[in-house]
Antibody
Framework: EVQLVESGGGLVQPGGSLRLSCAAS????????MNWVRQAPGKGLEWVANINQDGSEKYYVDSVKGQFTISRDNAKNSLYLQMNSLRAEDTAVYYCVRGTIGVAGLDYWGQGTLVTVSS | QTVVTQEPSLTVSPGGTVTLTCASSTGAVTSGYSPNWFQQKPGQAPRALIYGTSNKHSWTPARFSGSLLGGKAALTLSGAQPEDEADYYCLLIYGGVGGVFGGGTKLTVL
């Protein structure tokens, strides 16, 4: 059974940093693109970043370029999102999402971890 | 900045058929954007329904189908059930590497 479990969310002050983690199980993690998607309270979904199988390709939504860094450790079956210089508008539930194979898309989602940026 | 547009809300009768659409500010949606569709119920994580325009996941109910329609991506629900009441999001993938979600459609089954 595919499982994606996010952790690392919480309350952080504006300008602070946070590192999210996603523990993957039930599939060959190193064979898949992985993504982060976020959802602000009461709002829609926003694709944030993705990373290819060996970590050599990374892409970001414009609003987080230079601020967030996606990475992975295939030996630990883990995905990460380092978030720096956090702002109130980064407040959201952050989901770890697996990419589909072959045709571009997303399939399995974690339950999400809430990041709240507030003083 | 690319904008993906969906109907804010739609209503369908139980057993009825409804089509949700997904438009791109860049022009006609083609299979090259690999349209994806997701369902989200209150308090839950989104669930994937369709990828690559019309491909279903193993868990996708047969009553859901994806297509291209009049320059847009489309999600058709045939034989709506009460449990289909939810928010639906489309995702278009630009350049094959990054995606943009639509604003979502709130579907009411009434």
């Amino acid at each position: 059974e595919v499982q994606l479990v996010e952790s690392g969310g919480g309350l952080v002050q504006p300008g602070g940093s946070l590192r999210l983690s996603c523990a993957a199980s039930g599939f060959t993690f190193s064979s898949y693109w992985m993504n982060w998607v976020r959802q602000a309270p009461g709002k829609g979904l926003e694709w944030v970043a993705n990373i290819n199988q060996d970590g050599s390709e990374k892409y970001y939504v414009d609003s987080v370029k230079g601020q967030f860094t996606i990475s992975r450790d295939n030996a630990k079956n883990s995905l990460y999102l380092q978030m720096n210089s956090l702002r109130a508008e980064d407040t959201a539930v952050y989901y770890c999402v697996r990419g589909t194979i072959g045709v571009a898309g997303l399939d399995y989602w974690g339950q999400g971890t809430l990041v709240t940026v507030s003083s | 900045q690319t904008v993906v547009t969906q109907e804010p809300s739609l209503t369908v009768s139980p057993g009825g058929t409804v089509t949700l659409t997904c438009a791109s500010s860049t022009g006609a949606v083609t299979s090259g954007y690999s349209p994806n569709w997701f369902q989200q119920k209150p308090g839950q994580a989104p669930r994937a329904l369709i990828y690559g325009t019309s491909n279903k996941h193993s868990w996708t109910p047969a009553r859901f189908s994806g297509s291209l329609l009049g320059g847009k991506a489309a999600l058709t629900l045939s034989g709506a059930q009460p449990e289909d009441e939810a928010d639906y999001y489309c995702l278009l993938i630009y350049g094959g590497v990054g995606g943009v979600f639509g604003g979502g459609t709130k579907l009411t089954v009434l």
